[in-house]
């Protein structure tokens, strides 16, 4: 991840902790609460991105089973649904196509495995309106397509895990722009009411605020200057 987001995540948690210290005194103020109670989801979801980002960058071996087994979890009611609607319709070539124990569908290579999975997939999606009473539904599907897809992401010399971290990467960096658009936009406006009432709250605030060279928008420099 670059410093300067680095940086930017650091300032976010530093200023939360800062807040949440802080909250008898702006608890009362509904704008202020539901400003926090954004800034905290998205300080969340760019743990979450952060974390999958460097997940994909240098997967473990630990991290590519775990997806694998997602995989297999995530296939096998979707087989066993297919299977039982393909023995009711007496179409015995969709059963053989789709009727796979866990042990089946984990046998050969990274890339077999992969390649069954997504084929898996493209035999039930267009079942799919026939499978609804089966209890299949197209959530499941998807689910079951964006972690193969995630696992082939993995794989040594993936192609698509170049886009996929360039995706990753411009989702984070839209999130911490969001981030730093509440802050400039509404908190550092806010905070402006407790200047003179709650000094030592306002001073803790701008700290955190130029943690990492971010007192002002996209520029280094005192948290003061803030709030032209």
Same mark, same amino acid.
């Not at 930017?8 to 702006?26: A, F």
């Not at 499941?140 to 897809?149: G, K, P, Y």
């Given at each position: 991840?670059?410093?300067? !987001?680095?940086?930017?995540?650091?300032?976010?948690?530093?200023?939360?902790?800062?807040?949440?210290?802080?909250?008898?005194?702006? &608890?009362?103020?509904?704008?202020?609460? &539901?400003?926090?109670?954004?800034?905290?989801?998205?300080?969340?979801?760019?743990?979450?991105?952060?974390?999958?980002?460097?997940?994909?960058?240098?997967?473990?071996?630990?991290?590519?089973?775990?997806?694998?087994?997602?995989?297999?979890?995530?296939?096998?009611?979707?087989?066993?649904?297919?299977?039982?609607?393909?023995?009711? &319709?007496?179409?015995?070539?969709?059963?053989?196509?789709?009727?796979?124990?866990?042990?089946?569908?984990?046998?050969?290579?990274?890339?077999? /495995?992969?390649?069954?999975?997504?084929?898996?997939?493209?035999?039930?999606?267009?079942? !799919?309106?026939?499978?609804?009473?089966?209890?299949?539904?197209?959530?499941?599907?998807?689910?079951?397509?964006?972690?193969?897809?995630? /696992?082939?992401?993995?794989?040594?010399?993936?192609?698509?895990?170049?886009?996929?971290?360039?995706?990753?990467?411009?989702?984070?960096?839209? &999130? /911490?722009?969001?981030?730093?658009?509440?802050?400039?936009?509404?908190?550092?406006?806010?905070?402006?009411?407790?200047?003179?009432?709650?000094?030592?709250?306002?001073?803790?605030?701008?700290?955190?605020?130029?943690?990492?060279?971010?007192?002002?928008?996209?520029?280094?420099?005192?948290?003061?200057?803030?709030?032209?």
């Amino acid at each position: 991840m670059k410093k300067s !987001l680095i940086n930017k995540l650091k300032m976010i948690e530093t200023l939360l902790m800062v807040l949440q210290g802080r909250i008898s005194i702006w &608890t009362l103020s509904l704008p202020f609460t &539901t400003a926090v109670g954004e800034l905290t989801l998205q300080k969340q979801q760019i743990e979450e991105q952060v974390k999958r980002h460097e997940i994909l960058k240098k997967p473990s071996a630990e991290a590519k089973n775990d997806q694998k087994t997602l995989s297999i979890d995530l296939s096998l009611p979707l087989c066993g649904a297919t299977s039982a609607y393909a023995t009711d &319709t007496h179409n015995t070539e969709l059963r053989l196509k789709v009727d796979y124990s866990e042990n089946e569908l984990k046998k050969g290579s990274e890339l077999v /495995f992969a390649q069954r999975m997504l084929g898996i997939n493209e035999i039930i999606e267009p079942l !799919l309106e026939q499978l609804i009473p089966y209890g299949i539904t197209k959530a499941m599907l998807d689910e079951q397509h964006s972690a193969v897809e995630l /696992f082939i992401t993995m794989l040594p010399n993936s192609r698509e895990k170049q886009k996929l971290l360039k995706s990753l990467g411009d989702r984070m960096e839209a &999130t /911490f722009d969001q981030a730093m658009d509440l802050l400039y936009r509404r908190l550092d406006k806010l905070m402006l009411v407790y200047k003179k009432s709650y000094p030592d709250f306002y001073t803790e605030y701008m700290n955190a605020r130029i943690i990492g060279g971010w007192g002002k928008n996209g520029d280094e420099g005192e948290g003061e200057k803030t709030e032209g």
